[in-house]
Every structure is written in structure tokens, then in C-alpha cells.
């Protein structure tokens, strides 16, 4: 049953208690997805003590680090900030944005004020915004390599200074400790380089004096926003972080949580499921007890945070990989399927043998690769792919040519194209025509390719030594940094 809310009123589990406790929205999983006014508008009834999403992740992979780009369009990140700052700057309650255009790169932190510049305009709102960025300079990475202060995490790829000077971009993953410099200074809006999911919630709780276990907890559970519910949807999370609990409450058309959904968020993306580490310390949920409240509100105790002896800021870095170019196809014939190994392996010497002749160099004496990937059989899960007894109906298959420049690649994909056409079966003769081309032309450019690079950390001197904030005021279309 859908809880009604009238607006005005406080919601039973929280309501105005003699203890301490700070009240939190968490607006959405991910900027850009979507706001939920009305949600949103009602939740802001609690009296937040701040709004705070998400908005970025390596879950859109190394590209956006890489290109300095946003997995989003401009347009919805725009519709979302609007959204959230005509509810929160009336209200005087301050709104933290993290890992800003995805990557959380300088470049994302100037994309992400462009659009907060614009917002400020066309609302004619007089905001006060902390900028807090975590790029990180490869000279002072080299520098902290050489004083041996950054360590591999488990599994790290290899690191020596020709790693950090190939990196595009280097980030460090903030902790709650810049964002709470920032709230100090009574800012409107908080717009955070990359930055810890979790520290965008634990950040305020903390600076007021309550549980750090708790506080990190909850925000650990909302970082997703709505798929915390037992089956996510539009809508908010409502929390609130006391001495000795925290509650969880969604606020949307059908949302619930549970105490296993409450619980199964709290266990997800981390290699330990009870013990996550984060800049400050370790934060441990072995004790932690899950309580329903009511039909969609959860009660957490027990959670523990462990202060760490040293502060850790873990690295993000992406290096350019090479360039690209696709060919997307399929193929129904049942001859071809009957024996695809053997058919793909001579369409793959075919081309092999095409690159030698044309480049007068082999594949990997050119510093590139052809890939082959085929969906409809083990596509998905690869060599890990348990049910391998059943020949399909068809499959796709994605040629993915890498090469050092664009021209290169194109060139590569293009010379497989004639073999997947042509290359015959052992139970037909003459000639056949087995694959089709789902474009036309049938080779696309995919540009510039981007690799994760780091798994590693930095032992900084302060917790706030790697991040610069900048306070910016914003008064229509007139801005001074102060």
C-alpha cells in the first residue's frame, strides 16, 4: 500500500524528536536519469538539511575520463539541476553534486558551471558555489612515486612514471573531508570532482557530530537512489542519521524498502561485502541490524566506522589506447553456424593474410589488433559461458579493428569485410554470401579508445592537500570568484 502524504505534514518516522539528527534527500542514482518533481517536492517537507546525487562513475568506462566528455546530454543534466535547485535554493538548503560530467575531471567541473551559470540566469538565483576539483597534476604524481607514496590496490596493472605521463587525466577520489571545507563556507551548491558516493550523504551527518558508521552506512544504501527499493522507480530517498539509528524512506508512486533491499544495496559493488574501505577509514557492517518501520521505511543499527592511521586517496587514470573502427554484422546460415569455429578461424587468416600483403606488416608489428565479437554464442560471458552444446539459429558479430591512428583502423576493418561475405563452408561449393552488413557503409569510425590505467593510492599529506575549492558567486549573468 502506497503511503499518502499530504504536504505539510512530517513523515511518522521523522518526526521532531529531542535527539540530534540530520535529514537528508537523496534526489537520484545518477544525475541525468531524471528528477522526480513531485517526489521531490513533497520529500522537501522533511526540512532536509541538505539535497544531494550523484552524477558520475567508471560504470560508463574510461571514455569519459579519457575524452573529458559526460555520458549524458547536456539537456538532461540541465532539466535536472533546475529541477533540484528551484526546490532547494527557496529552502536555503544546500545541494552536493558529485563526480560532476561523469569523469570528474577539471574539463567536467568547467562543463558542469557552464550549465549551473546558465540555470542561475534563466532562474535570476544569486547562488553561492564551492567548485572543488581532483584533477591531479602527472608531475606531482610522479613526484609522490618517487617519494613512494602511492600504492597498488589488489589487482593493480603495472606502475612506473611512463604510465602517469601517458595518462589523459588522472582524478582522486575526494572523501567527506573537502566537502565539509565546503559546507563551512554556507554554500548553496557544492559541484564536486570525483568524489566517493557514499561521502556525498556521511559528509553533513559527520560534521555534526553524529555516527560515522551510520552515516556512512546510509549513504553507502541511497548512492543509487531509488534502487535501494525493493523495485526501483521514480522517486527520492528520504534519510535521517540519530545517535543510535538511521532510517531509510523512499518517497515515490509505488516505492518500498525492505530490509533485504535495504541489506542487498548495502553488500553491492564492493569486493568484501561487509568491510568498505573509503578515504578516512574503513567503514564495517558485520553488526549491522536491518528493522522494518513501517510498509516502506527500514531502520539501520549497529554499523561501525574504523578511522583509518593514514588517509588514502584512490587514483583514477585513463590513457589513450588507440583508435577505432567497427563492422557489424550477422550470419544465419545454418552450414556457417554447423562449424562457426572453423569458419571464423579461416575468415580470420584470410584477413591476416590481407594485412600482410597490404601493409607489408603483421597485425601486431603494426601496433594494432582485430577483435572478433560474436553475440548469440557465448557473446556475453565468453570462455565463462557454461551452456556451449546448442548451435544457434544466428548470431551477430561486432569486428572491432584498434590501430595507433584512425586511418589504420579503418583500413583494417575494411579488409575483413569481403572474407565474412564470402568465406565458404565445407558442405557447399562455389560461391555463397553468408553474412550481412547491418550498415552501410559498413565500416564506422569510432574515434579516439580509452583504457583504465590505475589502482592505486595516494598517502596525502592532508586529507584536503590534493583538492583545490574555488567559492564562486553567481548573480544572473554576472559571476566574481571570491
Not at 603494426?366 to 548469440?376: Q, S, T
Request: net charge negative.
Amino acid at each position: 500500500m502506497d503511503r499518502h502524504f499530504v504536504p505539510g505534514d512530517v513523515f511518522e518516522p521523522f518526526q521532531e524528536t529531542l535527539m540530534q539528527e540530520c535529514r537528508f534527500i537523496a534526489a537520484s542514482g545518477m544525475l541525468g536519469v531524471g528528477i522526480h518533481e513531485d517526489s521531490l517536492r513533497q520529500a522537501m517537507e522533511v526540512r532536509p538539511h541538505f539535497v544531494a546525487a550523484d552524477a558520475g562513475s567508471t560504470d560508463a568506462g574510461p571514455f569519459a575520463l579519457g575524452m573529458g566528455v559526460c555520458a549524458f546530454p547536456r539537456e538532461a543534466i540541465l532539466r535536472d539541476l533546475v529541477i533540484l535547485l528551484r526546490q532547494t535554493f527557496p529552502a536555503k538548503v544546500p545541494l552536493l553534486i558529485g563526480s560532476v560530467g561523469t569523469g570528474g575531471a577539471d574539463v567536467h567541473v568547467d562543463w558542469f558551471m557552464e550549465i549551473v551559470r546558465e540555470v542561475a540566469r534563466a532562474e535570476g538565483l544569486q547562488l553561492k558555489v564551492a567548485e572543488i576539483r581532483s584533477e591531479q597534476s602527472r608531475d606531482f604524481l610522479v613526484d609522490q612515486l618517487r617519494q613512494g607514496r602511492i600504492r597498488a590496490l589488489d589487482p593493480a596493472p603495472h606502475l612506473d612514471e611512463a604510465t602517469l605521463q601517458r595518462s589523459v587525466r588522472i582524478v582522486g577520489m575526494m572523501g567527506v573531508e573537502p566537502l565539509q571545507a565546503a559546507l563551512d563556507e554556507g554554500v548553496d551548491l557544492i559541484v564536486a570532482g570525483r568524489c566517493s558516493d557514499p561521502a556525498l550523504y556521511a559528509a553533513m551527518p559527520i560534521q555534526m557530530g553524529l555516527p560515522a558508521g551510520l552515516a556512512w552506512h546510509v549513504g553507502k544504501a541511497v548512492e543509487c537512489g531509488a534502487s535501494v527499493c525493493e523495485k526501483p522507480g521514480p522517486g527520492v530517498v528520504i534519510g535521517t542519521i540519530r545517535p543510535h539509528e538511521a532510517l531509510i524512506q523512499p518517497l515515490g508512486p509505488g516505492l518500498r524498502c525492505t530490509t533485504q533491499s535495504v541489506a542487498a544495496h548495502s553488500l553491492y559493488e564492493n569486493g568484501d561485502p561487509f568491510l568498505f574501505t573509503e578515504a578516512s577509514g574503513v567503514l564495517d557492517i558485520q553488526e549491522a541490524t536491518y528493522e522494518q518501520v513501517d510498509a516502506s521505511s527500514v531502520r539501520i543499527r549497529g554499523s561501525r566506522f574504523v578511522p583509518a592511521a593514514q588517509h588514502t586517496i584512490k587514483l583514477e587514470g585513463a590513457e589513450l589506447v588507440g583508435h577505432q573502427s567497427i563492422l557489424v554484422g550477422g550470419v544465419r546460415d545454418p552450414f556457417i553456424l554447423a562449424e562457426f569455429d572453423t569458419w571464423l578461424g579461416k575468415v580470420t587468416e584470410r584477413v591476416n593474410g590481407s594485412v600482410e600483403r597490404v601493409f607489408g606488416k603483421s597485425l601486431e608489428a603494426l601496433g594494432a589488433r582485430i577483435d572478433y565479437h560474436v553475440y548469440g554464442r557465448n557473446g556475453v560471458m565468453g570462455a565463462l559461458e557454461p551452456r556451449c552444446d546448442t548451435v544457434p539459429h544466428e548470431v551477430g558479430i561486432v569486428v572491432e579493428a584498434t590501430a595507433p591512428d584512425q586511418a589504420t583502423a579503418t583500413a583494417l576493418a575494411q579488409l575483413t569485410r569481403q572474407p565474412l561475405l564470402h568465406q565458404p563452408t565445407s558442405k557447399w561449393k562455389g560461391s555463397i554470401t553468408g553474412f550481412a552488413c547491418l550498415h552501410n557503409p559498413a565500416v564506422i569510425e569510432r574515434g579516439p579508445v580509452y583504457t583504465f590505467n590505475l589502482h592505486h593510492v595516494v598517502l596525502p599529506e592532508t586529507p584536503l592537500s590534493m583538492f583545490r575549492t574555488t567559492i564562486t558567486i553567481l548573480q544572473g549573468a554576472v559571476h566574481a570568484s571570491v
